[in-house]
T-cell receptor
Framework: DAGVIQSPRHEVTEMGQEVTLRCKPI?????LFWYRQTMMRGLELLIY????????DSGMPEDRFSAKMPNASFSTLKIQPSEPRDSAVYFC?????????????FGPGTRLTVL | DAKTTQPNSMESNEEEPVHLPCNHS???????IHWYRQLPSQGPEYVIH???SNVNNRMASLAIAEDRKSSTLILHRATLRDAAVYYC????FGGGADGLTFGKGTHLIIQP
């Protein structure tokens, strides 16, 4: 199994530009999570999906952020317009409920730099 | 949500055991104790979890106090590859699919 796949691994953009981060969860997993990590705030949950439906988006910082999951094998996190304070590492994770431990498997992350 | 308290950093020598403590004095009866770690420049990875009894797996052992207000992650023989930030996280049994709430964790430094 390839694990959780994220793309791109690094993204450098200018303030005001649209940024799209992509995630492919582990096949068969029914939960998908988006996290953000910064030095100031640490790791924080942004949003998560169950069976492609958003369940809790209370962690999304503001309306500039949006996430979609059009099918079980793909999700996007979009920032429009981007701002320098959005610079962070964004992680996608997936899990399969009912395994007992509900372990979350994380991708390698996308390092976003907004100039 | 019940909170956890961990030391900011710990240092150990290679090939020696490491005991990473976690305090969770407000833990509820339905909270599982989970440990994740994050190696440099990688995403977090699951280490181990438990409810009341001590647990062992290929990566580590988890010792849980009888009153469940604290726990200790044990790495039996640390290697340089174990240098990471270790997070102790409480997860409600019923909300096992919810997102993880990460604290600051313990930065483990391994000296060769």
């Amino acid at each position: 199994d390839a694990g959780v796949i994220q793309s791109p691994r690094h993204e450098v953009t200018e303030m005001g530009q649209e940024v799209t981060l992509r995630c492919k969860p582990i096949s068969g997993h029914d939960y998908l999570f988006w996290y953000r990590q910064t030095m100031m705030r640490g790791l924080e949950l942004l949003i998560y999906f169950n069976n492609n439906v958003p369940i809790d988006d209370s962690g999304m910082p503001e309306d500039r952020f949006s996430a979609k999951m059009p099918n079980a094998s793909f999700s996007t996190l979009k920032i429009q317009p981007s701002e320098p304070r959005d610079s962070a590492v964004y992680f996608c994770a997936s899990s399969l409920r009912g395994t007992g431990r509900n372990e979350q498997f994380f991708g390698p992350g996308t390092r976003l730099t907004v100039l | 949500d019940a909170k956890t308290t961990q030391p900011n950093s710990m240092e150990s020598n290679e090939e020696e055991p490491v005991h990473l403590p976690c305090n969770h004095s407000t833990i509820s009866g339905t909270d599982y104790i989970h440990w994740y770690r994050q190696l440099p420049s990688q995403g977090p990875e699951y280490v181990i979890h438990g409810l009341t009894s001590n647990v062992n797996n290929r990566m580590a052992s988890l010792a849980i106090a009888e009153d469940r207000k604290s726990s200790t992650l044990i790495l039996h023989r640390a290697t340089l590859r174990d240098a990471a930030v270790y997070y102790c996280i409480l997860r409600d049994f019923g909300g096992g699919a919810d997102g993880l709430t990460f604290g600051k964790g313990t930065h483990l430094i391994i000296q060769p």
